[in-house]
């Protein structure tokens, strides 16, 4: 008797393993669809023109690392703001206030990085210096001042954390390292080509590649500015 419940106990145990094995296999399957979902919706967004891209068009020219460090910069604020989402302050972000005031102060920053763009357009030498501040500075009041980038994390990006959330904190974690993968990506090929291309730069190209750099910004900027009025 006491053998049969041994024989017994210990075909419950195999169940028990292959039933975790199964569980844990399908859990990592849904992990991976996730984050295969994560690329997609992440490079929809980053691979759009905006304050950013233009940004790094203008920095990568100097600089084949640029895209690196603005992605470094954009990261310095979607960090603390996927953190936030995670911990419930996405209502704070979705603010029509808050909203308005990013889009004021936002705007007028990107008019004014788009004219400092500007003047560097009347100057080919390799010594000048596109703006007064670095790519990793760029890269964050680029992104800071874009009201629609806290817009898309408060909608689309709170949705893929609650999604992250249904694997634990390691499954938001991976979710945050995808997506800034994602900005790092393309902001690194696009600052690595702007680099390599730039010997084939007339000086037309020149001023023509960094007049949509400040059509960019300062559209955006206006836009932003006049959004949050009305």
Known sequence: MRCRYLVNSEKFKQADVTLVSVVSMDTVFNLLYFLLSVILLSLSGVMMPGPVFAVTIAKGYRNKIAGTLIALGHGAVEFPLMFLIYFGFTWFF?????????????????????????????????????????????????????????????????????????????????????????????????????????????????????????????????????????
């Open 94 to 230: 979705a603010s029509t206030l808050v909203q308005k005031i990013i889009g004021l102060v936002g705007g007028l920053i990107l008019i004014f990085m788009g004219f400092q763009i500007f003047q560097a357009r009347k100057e080919k030498s390799e010594n000048y210096s596109t703006s007064r501040h670095g790519s990793f500075v760029a890269g964050f009041l680029a992104t800071i001042a874009n009201p629609y980038f806290f817009l898309w994390w408060t909608t689309i990006g709170a949705n893929l954390i609650l999604t992250a959330v249904a694997f634990g904190f390691a499954g938001f974690l991976a979710l945050v390292i995808t997506h800034w993968s994602c900005d790092l990506a393309w902001d690194t090929f696009v600052s690595v080509v702007a680099f390599k291309s730039r010997r084939f730069w007339t000086e037309k190209l020149y001023k023509i590649v960094f007049g949509f750099c400040f059509v960019v910004l300062t559209g955006f900027g206006l836009w932003f500015i006049i959004t949050a009025m009305f």
